[in-house]
């Protein structure tokens, strides 16, 4: 009994031995069978930017190509910058004496014509002045009669010539301090020809010296100004000009009488055509300088102060070119479609430079030299290409 034992317990272990050599020997066959569909896998990755066609796909996409040709590009130089103006044409209305502020209709963006009345002071110093002008005119004329009389009497005799020239002296003082007085008065708009006794007036007028539109309004009724505070801000927009920044490796590309279009981020589609009127010879400390351009038209919709782009054609030159409605962009990259066969065509990256007239130049050019590039219904076959990889 104890060695039949011993010899089941032998033929047990042979037994389990067996089988886990079965099943490793099971697993060694299946791993090469394995390698054919990995291949297969990967073959079907790297050909997942072709798309064939059949025939009749192929004749409702009305597929065509084109190759690579020559064409006049010009390269297109980016700026931005704002809208300024000259100094000339940026006023600021002031009152020379001070004063407080009576009256305005004034609202910033309001249009104003020269001459017209824009605000109304008043103060105690304007009757204070009016005065003085008259007292000194009054004084002027006496001091001329008294002159005239020492003159006379000095002539016969009568009086010496010590005395007439005292009020010779005495006649000029007058003199100058009447008009001294007057071009105060002329300061508040106030005409001292047409000053009397009857027409003294507490209130002055301030007028607007240019026909144009209301900048800032920076007082209320009733507030005291000093001389040195600023009331309005008046812009004149007929000459409003765009300040461009350039850098200074660009400079040498642009030149007095360029075109450019100018545009806002606000309205992009909104173009004005504009024009470059001068050049700045001077370059900051960051390598930038100024470029100054006229807007050919004015629009009520460009303010002072306004951030503009603009785009300036600044060298013409041949490029190899295809028309741009043969790339396509896909997740943020360009693509061409290039045939590889009858209903075959392949998705390749293109880098594109500038655009004009339709066409846009091929950066790397040398990779579609002698190729057939789709030039129509590019955007069927990426929708084709997509729709067969997402069915997959």
Do not use: W
């Amino acid at each position: 009994m104890y060695s039949f034992d011993i010899k089941n317990k032998n033929h047990g272990k042979l037994t389990m031995l067996s089988v886990l050599g079965l099943l490793l020997l099971a697993q060694c066959r299946e791993k090469p069978q394995e390698k054919p569909q990995d291949q297969a896998q990967t073959k079907v990755a790297n050909e997942s930017n072709t798309v064939v066609l059949t025939d009749a796909q192929l004749k409702n996409a009305d597929v065509a190509t084109v190759r690579l040709s020559e064409k006049n590009i010009a390269t297109v130089l980016k700026l931005n910058g704002k809208i300024d103006v000259p100094p000339q044409n940026l006023i600021s209305v002031s009152v020379p004496l001070g004063g407080f502020l009576k009256s305005t209709h004034l609202l910033p963006g309001m249009f104003v014509r020269k001459g017209e009345t824009i605000a109304v002071m008043e103060d105690p110093q304007y009757i204070t002045l009016q005065q003085d002008y008259l007292q000194a005119k009054s004084k002027y004329h006496f001091a001329q009669l008294d002159y005239q009389r020492q003159k006379a009497l000095n002539q016969s005799q009568a009086s010496s010539d010590k005395v007439m020239q005292a009020a010779q002296a005495e006649a000029n003082n007058q003199q100058i301090m009447m008009n001294a007085l007057a071009q105060q008065l002329r300061l508040i708009n106030i005409n001292p020809e047409r000053l009397n006794a009857g027409t003294i007036t507490k209130s002055i007028p301030v007028y607007s010296s240019i026909n144009g539109f209301v900048s800032k309004v920076n007082v209320n009724i009733g507030k005291y100004v000093n001389p040195s505070d600023v009331l309005f801000e008046l812009v004149n927009p007929n000459d409003l000009h765009l300040n461009l920044k350039v850098y200074e490796n660009d400079i040498d590309k642009l030149k007095i009488g360029q075109k450019l279009i100018a545009y806002s981020n606000a309205e992009p589609n909104k173009k004005y055509n504009g024009e470059i009127i001068l050049i700045s010879k001077d370059v900051s400390n960051d390598g930038i300088s100024e470029v100054h351009c006229h807007f050919e038209t004015y629009s009520k919709s460009l303010l002072p102060g306004m951030y503009m782009n603009a785009e300036i054609a600044t060298k013409i030159s041949f490029a190899n070119a295809v028309p741009e409605e043969s790339v396509v962009n896909f997740e943020g990259k360009d693509y061409v479609f290039v045939q590889t066969g009858k209903l075959s065509y392949k998705m390749l990256p293109v880098t594109v430079g500038a655009k004009e007239k339709g066409f846009v130049q091929v950066i790397n050019d040398a990779d579609f030299a002698g190729k057939n590039i789709v030039s129509k219904n590019a955007y069927t076959l990426l929708m084709k290409l997509k729709n067969t990889e997402d069915e997959e």
